[in-house]
């Protein structure tokens, strides 16, 4: 049971980047299953590193995108990352302390990101590039 499905209130509107947000969700779900299903220490920390790598290489990807197609709200959108990762980084080192096993704040702020950073945020250089009107 996931915990978080994919819908169309994520969808963005430019699709290398929909793809990958879609990439993330599975990992977090990948998480939440195996935590569901018992799974702890290794498996999780895994997991949970994966999960880190795949932000780390979204965030390049979309701040290159967001340079490519001059958004000028780069600078700070390329902060909101940094600060996510950091916050990531905090609750893997956690996970890895308490020998890999995920908190249910870990998965609120993975949920709670994935959905308001989306859709609030990443929305923004979306519509610029497409000069949709939002
Ligand atoms: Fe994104
Ligand atoms: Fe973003």
């Given at each position: 049971m996931p915990i978080m499905n994919w819908d169309k209130?994520?969808?963005?509107?430019v699709k290398a980047m929909n793809d990958e947000h879609h990439g993330l969700l599975d990992i977090m779900n990948q998480i939440y299953d195996a935590q569901a299903a018992g799974k702890q220490g290794a498996v999780i920390n895994t997991l949970v590193t994966k999960l880190g790598e795949a932000c780390t290489e979204h965030f390049a990807h979309e701040e290159a995108y967001m340079q490519r197609v001059g958004y000028p709200g780069f600078s700070s959108h390329k902060a909101l990352h940094a600060s996510l990762l950091s916050r990531y980084g905090a609750f893997a080192t956690q996970i890895r302390a308490v020998g890999g096993v995920a908190s249910d704040e870990f998965f609120q702020f993975l949920k709670f990101w994935l959905s308001s950073h989306i859709k609030g945020i990443d929305t923004k250089y979306a519509a610029h590039a497409t000069g949709a009107a939002r």
């Amino acid at each position: 049971m996931p915990i978080m499905n994919w819908d169309k209130s994520l969808d963005i509107g430019v699709k290398a980047m929909n793809d990958e947000h879609h990439g993330l969700l599975d990992i977090m779900n990948q998480i939440y299953d195996a935590q569901a299903a018992g799974k702890q220490g290794a498996v999780i920390n895994t997991l949970v590193t994966k999960l880190g790598e795949a932000c780390t290489e979204h965030f390049a990807h979309e701040e290159a995108y967001m340079q490519r197609v001059g958004y000028p709200g780069f600078s700070s959108h390329k902060a909101l990352h940094a600060s996510l990762l950091s916050r990531y980084g905090a609750f893997a080192t956690q996970i890895r302390a308490v020998g890999g096993v995920a908190s249910d704040e870990f998965f609120q702020f993975l949920k709670f990101w994935l959905s308001s950073h989306i859709k609030g945020i990443d929305t923004k250089y979306a519509a610029h590039a497409t000069g949709a009107a939002r």
